[in-house]
């Protein structure tokens, strides 16, 4: 009877031994597939990371001023930097002096000013 | 048959088995102990380099912006292709099939292929498309790795000064020579195992250290002035057929260099294309007899020691001056000339006239004020002094033809100082090209301030010279570098070149023109100059309209108001 026992728990014994075993292999085969994919991801970033420095490097020798100018002459237009005869300089604009104006007079005079138009302002949010 | 004999049947058998089992588990113990005592350091060694790796791990080398953060010189990474020539299996259809894709000749990709170790380059730092070109080839035994490739968007602006690196990414020219410490970071490294497969095998065993970039150099150039200077001087260089040409741009209160180009140029994505010549930087490593353009040294020394008067007269001998058994000739000849006119028409026999009154050793003194055979300690490599003879080694004929720009050699970058040191009231100002030196976050690790090194004239001195060169661009040799509502002012010089004999050329003419604008309130120093143009050589005629349409677009692009 004895006997039986023993050899029950040494079954026992062995077979979580087995099973822990198998836990922890399980568990390792998972962490280098886990680091794997990591890594995986780690080279694609890196990969991504220096295409984008290639555009980006494309992009500043597309507009570099050499470039531009090459490819201008090629097209045969003459770009210059403006004449000050060229040049309109525009005062400060309505709106700008409306707004100002509008301060001054304080929210509740603002109501019954009929000053502008309505119109759509761009949404700094 | 029964038990007893049955036993007796088997067991010698088992007997000799397990002798045998005993034997072979001896021998196998003796031979894990030899191994154990005598091969196991070769072993093990044998082992981890197959399993463990050790890698470094390239820094990024930093970037090079103008004075506006433009970037100017770039790193990104490329693959380069190797080859582990043991595992090809059909090496001539392996060489035929590389050599259409990277456009090599087959026998030299085959030579690559025959190589006995295992591992050889096939290509470095090659684009995108060639790399997935040879992986579709599914050619065994090649690999690719990340190289870094120094690369500059502007292709040849400003390529002197910026210089080029090797292939091994050590700076080897300009400041990518001079700032290499800066610019190239320290290597990392990766400590780690590998699988059957040779992936990394990440937790065990890893250690990391990261690579540091290198640190980012900020420049006094602006790409858009040293593009439009580039361009003017390039058509004038092919205009004139000249050997070689310069400019330089400067600012002449702080001596921020804004442009410095040379002609010919070089373009660094492909330095192999260009001859050696074209990679020189002439502004700092050419030095050559200025011509007329010295007369400022002479014209700041007549005003500072107060031996003439403006409106003084000396006469200039009808174009022919004997002195000392030599006879100096003016392009055309003077009678009496006021002393701002002698420089306004470029006399040079009143200039001389004028020298003598001044005399040798006082001369000396302001041309080694004006920084003239020093180095301007510019950041760029190879800058040369020039020769300015000290006066005991001064023969009679040297203070005549020094006070016109003959007997002394300078650089174009020395006479940029000069007429620098005219324009910002009397200060000779360090010439600089660094900004600062500042990590990828923008934190500044090293700046550099602009330097006044010491006082070459009085305030009232300069202003005076400043009215005379004025003089020269409204009526006089200068005229056609006149800006309408700036006021430009400035010196035309048109030197003589020394043949081999050593007997002044009457073909070879380095002609310059050195100018700064406003005159009353000066925003730049412009200095150009042209090696060999031909036919024409004047300075005023060749070199002034550079000045003008680069002074041009510098007054449109920074927005000055007309001054007059």
Not at chain 1, 90 to 116: E, H, M, T, W, Y
Not at chain 2, 531 to 546: F, K, L, M, Q, S
């Given at each position: 009877?004895?006997?039986?026992?023993?050899?029950?728990?040494?079954?026992?014994?062995?077979?979580?031994?087995t099973?822990?075993?198998?836990?922890?292999?399980?568990?390792?085969?998972l962490?280098?597939?886990?680091?794997?994919?990591?890594?995986?991801?780690?080279?694609?970033?890196?990969?991504?990371?220096?295409?984008?420095?290639?555009?980006?490097?494309?992009?500043?020798?597309l507009?570099?001023?050499?470039?531009?100018?090459?490819?201008?002459?090629?097209?045969?237009?003459?770009?210059?930097?403006?004449?000050?005869?060229?040049?309109?300089k525009?005062?400060?604009?309505?709106?700008?002096?409306?707004?100002?104006?509008?301060?001054?007079?304080?929210?509740?005079?603002?109501?019954?000013?009929?000053?502008?138009?309505?119109?759509a302002?761009?949404n700094?949010? | 048959?029964?038990?007893?004999?049955?036993?007796?049947?088997?067991?010698?058998?088992?007997?000799k088995?397990?002798?045998?089992?005993?034997?072979?588990?001896?021998?196998?113990?003796?031979?894990?102990?030899?191994?154990?005592l005598?091969?196991?350091?070769?072993?093990?060694?044998l082992?981890?380099?197959?399993?463990?790796?050790?890698?470094?791990?390239?820094?990024?080398?930093?970037?090079?912006?103008?004075?506006?953060?433009?970037?100017?010189?770039?790193?990104?990474?490329?693959?380069?292709v190797?080859?582990?020539?043991a595992?090809?299996?059909?090496r001539?259809s392996?060489?035929?099939?590389?050599?259409?894709?990277?456009?090599?000749d087959?026998?030299?990709i085959?030579?690559?292929?025959?190589?006995?170790?295992?591992f050889?380059?096939?290509?470095?730092?090659?684009?995108?498309?060639?790399?997935?070109?040879?992986?579709?080839l599914?050619?065994?035994?090649?690999?690719?790795?990340?190289?870094?490739?120094?690369?500059?968007?502007?292709?040849?602006?400003a390529?002197h000064?910026?210089?080029?690196?090797?292939l091994?990414?050590?700076?080897?020219e300009?400041?990518?020579?001079l700032?290499?410490?800066?610019l190239t970071?320290?290597?990392?490294?990766?400590?780690?195992?590998?699988?059957?497969?040779?992936?990394?095998?990440?937790?065990?065993e890893?250690?990391?250290?990261?690579?540091?970039?290198?640190?980012?150099?900020v420049?006094?150039?602006?790409?858009?002035?040293?593009?439009?200077?580039?361009k003017?001087?390039?058509?004038s260089?092919k205009?004139?057929?000249?050997?070689g040409?310069?400019?330089?741009v400067?600012?002449?209160?702080?001596?921020?260099?804004?442009?410095?180009?040379?002609r010919?140029?070089?373009?660094?994505?492909?330095?192999?294309?260009?001859?050696?010549?074209?990679?020189?930087?002439?502004?700092?490593?050419?030095?050559?007899?200025?011509?007329?353009?010295?007369?400022?040294?002479?014209?700041?020394?007549?005003?500072?020691?107060?031996?003439?008067?403006?409106?003084?007269?000396?006469?200039?001998?009808?174009?022919?001056?004997?002195?000392?058994?030599?006879t100096?000739?003016?392009?055309k000849?003077y009678?009496?000339?006021?002393?701002?006119?002698?420089?306004?028409?470029?006399?040079?026999?009143?200039?001389?006239?004028?020298?003598?009154?001044?005399?040798?050793?006082?001369?000396?003194?302001?041309?080694?004020?004006?920084?003239?055979?020093?180095?301007?300690?510019?950041?760029?490599p190879?800058?040369?002094?020039?020769?300015?003879r000290?006066?005991?080694?001064?023969s009679?004929?040297?203070?005549?033809?020094?006070?016109m720009?003959?007997?002394?050699?300078?650089?174009?970058?020395?006479?940029?100082?000069?007429?620098?040191?005219?324009?910002?009231?009397?200060?000779?100002?360090?010439?600089r090209?660094?900004?600062?030196?500042?990590?990828k976050?923008?934190?500044?690790?090293?700046?550099?301030?602009?330097?006044?090194?010491?006082?070459?004239?009085?305030?009232?001195?300069?202003?005076?010279?400043?009215?005379?060169?004025?003089?020269?661009?409204?009526?006089g040799?200068?005229?056609?570098?006149?800006?309408?509502?700036?006021?430009?002012?400035?010196?035309?010089?048109?030197?003589?070149?020394?043949?081999?004999d050593?007997?002044?050329?009457?073909?070879?003419?380095m002609?310059?023109?050195?100018?700064?604008?406003?005159?009353?309130?000066?925003?730049?120093?412009?200095?150009?100059?042209?090696?060999?143009?031909?036919?024409?050589?004047?300075?005023?005629?060749?070199?002034?309209?550079?000045?003008?349409?680069?002074?041009?677009?510098?007054?449109?692009y920074?927005?000055?108001e007309?001054?007059?």
């Open positions: 009877m004895r006997a039986i026992l023993n050899t029950h728990k040494l079954i026992a014994f062995v077979v979580t031994i099973l822990a075993a198998l836990f922890y292999v399980n568990q390792q085969a962490v280098y597939q886990i680091g794997l994919k990591v890594k995986e991801n780690q080279q694609t970033c890196s990969k991504l990371v220096d295409h984008n420095r290639i555009l980006v490097y494309n992009v500043l020798n507009k570099s001023p050499v470039t531009l100018e090459t490819k201008l002459l090629a097209e045969e237009v003459e770009l210059d930097m403006p004449h000050k005869w060229q040049v309109v525009i005062g400060s604009s309505p709106d700008k002096n409306f707004r100002q104006n509008a301060a001054k007079r304080g929210l509740f005079a603002n109501l019954f000013v009929i000053g502008r138009e309505a119109e302002s761009p700094t949010n | 048959m029964c038990r007893k004999t049955l036993n007796k049947l088997i067991a010698p058998r088992i007997k088995v397990l002798y045998s089992l005993v034997v072979l588990f001896v021998l196998l113990a003796v031979r894990l102990f030899c191994v154990q005598g091969a196991a350091k070769p072993l093990s060694k082992a981890s380099d197959q399993y463990k790796t050790f890698s470094r791990l390239l820094p990024r080398r930093g970037m090079i912006y103008d004075r506006n953060l433009r970037e100017l010189a770039v790193s990104i990474n490329l693959d380069s190797f080859i582990d020539p595992l090809v299996e059909d001539h392996a060489a035929d099939k590389l050599s259409a894709v990277l456009e090599e087959p026998e030299e085959l030579k690559k292929i025959d190589n006995k170790k295992r050889a380059w096939l290509a470095r730092r090659i684009e995108t498309q060639a790399v997935n070109d040879i992986k579709r599914s050619i065994k035994g090649i690999g690719f790795t990340k190289e870094p490739k120094r690369v500059y968007p502007n292709d040849a602006l390529s000064v910026l210089g080029f690196v090797g091994d990414d050590e700076g080897l300009g400041i990518e020579l700032y290499n410490q800066y970071g320290t290597v990392g490294w990766i400590y780690s195992i590998r699988d059957a497969k040779k992936r990394e095998v990440p937790g065990y890893y250690r990391e250290i990261s690579p540091a970039d290198g640190n980012d150099v420049l006094t150039i602006d790409s858009v002035v040293q593009a439009f200077a580039e003017e001087l390039e058509r260089f205009k004139y057929n000249a050997k040409g310069m400019i330089v400067m600012e002449p209160y702080t001596g921020d260099i804004l442009a410095l180009a040379n010919p140029t070089f373009n660094p994505n492909k330095i192999g294309d260009y001859p050696v010549e074209a990679r020189r930087n002439r502004v700092v490593c050419d030095f050559f007899e200025p011509g007329s353009s010295f007369k400022i040294v002479t014209a700041t020394a007549v005003v500072e020691e107060d031996v003439m008067g403006m409106d003084d007269e000396l006469y200039c001998e009808n174009g022919e001056f004997k002195w000392s058994m030599h100096y000739h003016d392009y000849p009678e009496w000339l006021k002393f701002r006119d002698i420089i306004k028409y470029s006399s040079n026999i009143g200039t001389m006239k004028s020298a003598l009154k001044v005399g040798d050793r006082r001369l000396y003194r302001y041309i080694k004020r004006f920084g003239f055979g020093n180095k301007t300690d510019i950041d760029l190879g800058e040369v002094r020039g020769i300015i000290p006066t005991n080694e001064w009679k004929l040297s203070l005549c033809s020094i006070s720009g003959q007997e002394v050699t300078v650089t174009a970058l020395q006479l940029a100082c000069a007429l620098s040191s005219v324009a910002n009231g009397g200060f000779y100002v360090k010439p090209i660094v900004t600062r030196v500042q990590d976050t923008g934190y500044v690790i090293e700046k550099f301030e602009p330097r006044k090194l010491h006082r070459v004239m009085s305030g009232e001195t300069s202003e005076k010279v400043r009215e005379i060169l004025r003089g020269v661009v409204a009526e040799t200068g005229m056609r570098a006149e800006v309408k509502g700036y006021s430009p002012a400035g010196k035309t010089g048109t030197a003589q070149k020394v043949e081999e050593g007997r002044y050329s009457h073909r070879k003419f002609s310059s023109f050195i100018g700064f604008l406003p005159y009353n309130d000066p925003k730049f120093v412009v200095v150009v100059l042209m090696d060999e143009p031909r036919p024409i050589y004047y300075g005023g005629t060749v070199c002034a309209p550079v000045f003008k349409e680069v002074a041009e677009q510098l007054m449109r920074y927005k000055i007309p001054t007059s």
